[in-house]
């Protein structure tokens, strides 16, 4: 086991609701960097936080938000779901920002939207 | 942008055998090179890593080979057993980014008969 955790582990919502999904990272790590994985397909980078702030962010429009606590935990928030939201989400945690810190996935979130 | 790809999507073969799987990156300015295994409802795990600066990299019954000319990645598992039946992906970061942004490949199947 990797030492990260996520919450829920499932979830359904329906369209145009908000949801906040979360992670709490490895000890000594403070870097989180989250992912939504589509059935049959490798994971796709939605952004990074490093230190409480974005520190890179992938093709997904603003819906997507997330915050990093002072404790490293972070959540993802999206608003006005739509059912292409359906996926696999997967947090990774890092020791400490770098392009090639290895990363290390908790178990993920699925969330199903309705 | 980056896209990583992977030869075949399914692998089977029996216990003791040596597993290849390979993939092909566009990039080249990529220079951190991972592969991951994820088991379902699980996820994806850390196996082995190699930087731009290596072409070959071994673990524990596992070996990875870097082909910078034709951009082209693969992971090979030696004496493969029952336990190794996952998804295997490799994911790339591209050189000059500053945070890990990881692009994944879609997944080979690798399935182990007893």
């Known amino acids: 086991e990797t030492g990260v955790t996520q919450s829920p582990t499932h979830l359904i919502k329906t369209r145009g609701q908000q949801v906040t999904l979360r992670c709490s990272s490895q000890s000594g790590h403070n870097t989180v960097s989250w992912y939504q994985q589509a059935l049959g397909q490798g994971p796709q980078f939605i952004f990074q936080y490093y230190r409480e702030e974005e520190n890179g962010r992938g093709n997904f429009p603003p819906r997507f938000s997330g915050l990093q606590f002072p404790n490293y935990s972070s959540e993802l928030n999206v608003n006005a779901l739509e059912l292409d939201d359906s996926a696999l989400y997967l947090c990774?945690?890092?020791?400490?920002?770098?392009?090639?810190?290895?990363?290390?996935f908790g178990p993920g979130t699925r969330l199903t939207v309705l | 942008g980056e896209s990583v790809g992977l030869h075949l999507p399914t692998l089977s073969v029996q216990e003791g055998d040596n597993s290849i799987i390979n993939c092909a990156y566009s990039n080249s300015a990529s220079d951190y090179f991972i592969w991951y295994k994820q088991e379902s409802g699980k996820g994806p795990q850390f196996i082995i890593d190699i930087r731009s600066n290596m072409d070959k990299r071994q673990g524990q019954r596992v070996t990875v080979l870097l082909n910078k000319t034709v951009k082209h990645l693969s992971l090979q598992i030696a004496a493969t057993q029952p336990g190794d039946s996952a998804v295997y992906f490799c994911a790339v970061v591209a050189g000059g980014t500053s945070y890990g942004k990881l692009t994944f490949g879609q997944g080979t199947i690798l399935t182990v008969h007893p």
């Open positions: 990774a945690s890092s020791l400490d920002g770098r392009a090639r810190d290895t990363q290390y």
